[in-house]
């Protein structure tokens, strides 16, 4: 079945460092995947997709580009900000019919910025 | 403004409890889903409601049962509580056929002694 690996955290930064959170997956052709965001106390909210091979998602200064070859959906920032730290979780929709109605998502990883 | 909305942000049960947590959204989405989420384990699904009285399971349903007489409302019914429930739930809903982009709500976090 279809499946998201992403690092495990915690990841622990400075304020205006370099982010990046790795993200992989198994599945048959070509799903569309997700970052999602939980701030803390909230819920899950969508940061950036995208649909097909080479395509790159960005928003709020993250972006990730679907590598198809390498199946890998890395999360990106050049600068972090206190305000990122969160919890990023990385999602895809599967294209088997039976189970293209879901998300499957990654365990989740814990990012905290400091000042 | 898109909302989701539960109706409690914590809870706390006892073991054998019947317990309901309920789920509304105002955006007309057709599909509506519950989750619970546990460290280290991510998001798991319990069911997912494609429609008005339609559901199917999920990932982990056992333990769990659903109710959808409303397309706003998605109940999630544990019959009877216990502790390896407790746990954070999550409800979502989307729209069929679109972006697949899913909006939560707050989550409501259960604990069952």
């Known amino acids: 079945g279809d499946s998201v690996t992403q690092m495990e955290g915690p990841v622990t930064l400075s304020e205006e460092a370099f982010l990046t959170i790795n993200c992989t997956y198994t599945a048959t052709g070509y799903p569309s995947l997700f970052w999602y965001v939980q701030y803390p106390g909230e819920g899950l909210q969508l940061l950036l997709k995208?649909?097909?091979?080479?395509d790159k998602g960005s928003n709020k200064g993250f972006e990730a580009t679907y590598r198809k070859e390498t199946t890998s959906f890395h999360l990106e920032k050049g600068s972090v900000q206190v305000s990122d730290s969160a919890v990023y979780f990385c999602?895809?929709?599967?294209?088997?019919?039976?189970?293209?109605?879901?998300?499957?998502f990654g365990k989740g990883t814990l990012l905290t910025v400091n000042p | 403004d898109v909302k989701v909305t539960q109706s409690s942000r914590y809870l706390v049960k006892r073991t054998g409890e019947k317990v309901f947590l309920e789920c509304v959204q105002d955006?007309?989405?057709?599909?509506m889903f519950w989750y619970r989420q546990d460290p280290g384990l991510g998001l798991r699904l319990i069911y997912f409601s494609y429609d008005v009285k339609m559901k199917e399971k999920g990932d982990i349903p056992e333990g769990y049962s659903v109710s959808r007489e409303k397309k706003e409302r998605f109940s999630l019914i544990l019959e009877s509580a216990s502790t390896n429930q407790t746990s954070m739930y999550l409800c979502a809903s989307r729209v069929a056929g679109g972006s697949h982009e899913q909006f939560f709500g707050p989550g409501t976090r259960l604990t069952v002694l």
């Open positions: 955006m007309d989405h057709e599909n």
């Open positions: 995208a649909t097909k091979a080479d």
């Open positions: 999602a895809l929709r599967g294209v088997r019919e039976g189970s293209n109605y879901k998300l499957t």
